[in-house]
């Protein structure tokens, strides 16, 4: 069965700390992506990978750095978590269609909170 | 910049009503896809269709249906004979044609199934 695996399911941190949220596929994927989920505003963007070491911003990602350092792991760098980072974070993978578009599968995500 | 709009915040119905959830979209692009995810209490968003933009034709699988009027903007999902495995927030989503599947999101719709 496909997976995408996201390292922590429950995370507590302090304003100020450098935080990694990990994201494993093990579906060979070329695409990958970080989203973050807020009540009443939905799925919002905050960085995709189309490539290994190949990233682009999405529409929210002021805050956030990513690294995609190997074809199977991307990996979302809050560099110094605030409040308003507190959310729950969600990791999707979908492979490369030439012409069309194909469904992200996702992690259970991780709940993240900033005290 | 594309949107979409899912009015319905939450919906409320006892089991084995039919209901109905809107999702309304806007792209100036004439090639996208469209795509419903549900994400049940577990966190985990699952993919239940998807529909490009060239293809009209509505669709049925099992208690689901589809209904996809270009004319309209509208992707909008039939639940028939709702049950309380249903109970869930339901994500439409929209994709242009770009090797990416960067997706945008609705903001949800939470449907309650009470018995």
């Known amino acids: 069965d496909v997976k995408v695996t996201q390292s922590s399911r429950y995370l507590v941190k302090r304003t100020g700390e450098k935080v990694f949220l990990e994201c494993v596929q093990d579906m060979d994927h070329e695409n990958m992506f970080w989203y973050r989920q807020d009540p009443g505003l939905g799925l919002r963007l905050i960085y995709f990978?189309?490539?290994?070491?190949?990233?682009e911003k999405g529409d929210i990602p002021e805050g956030y750095s990513v690294s995609r350092e190997k074809k199977e792991r991307f990996s979302l760098i809050l560099e110094s978590a605030s409040t308003n980072q507190t959310s729950m974070y969600l990791c999707?993978?979908?492979?490369?269609?030439?012409?069309?578009?194909?469904?992200?599968?996702f992690g259970s995500g991780t709940q993240l909170s900033v005290l | 910049a594309q949107k979409v709009t899912q009015a319905q915040t939450e919906i409320s119905v006892v089991e084995k009503e039919d209901v109905t959830l809107d999702c309304v979209y806007e792209?100036?692009?004439?090639?996208?896809?469209l795509f419903w995810y549900k994400q049940p209490p577990s966190g985990e968003l699952v993919f239940l269709i998807r529909r490009n933009s060239f293809d009209e034709q509505n669709e049925i699988s099992g208690r689901y249906s589809w209904n996809f009027q270009k004319s309209t903007s509208s992707f909008n999902f039939t639940i028939t004979a709702s049950q309380v495995v249903d109970s869930a927030v339901y994500f439409c989503a929209l994709t242009i044609n770009t090797n990416a599947g960067k997706s945008t999101f609705g903001d949800g719709t939470t449907l309650t199934v009470k018995p």
């Open positions: 999707a993978s979908s492979p490369f269609a030439a012409g069309s578009n194909e469904k992200l599968f």
């Open positions: 990978s189309y490539d290994v070491k190949m990233k």
């Open positions: 792209t100036r692009d004439t090639t996208y896809y």
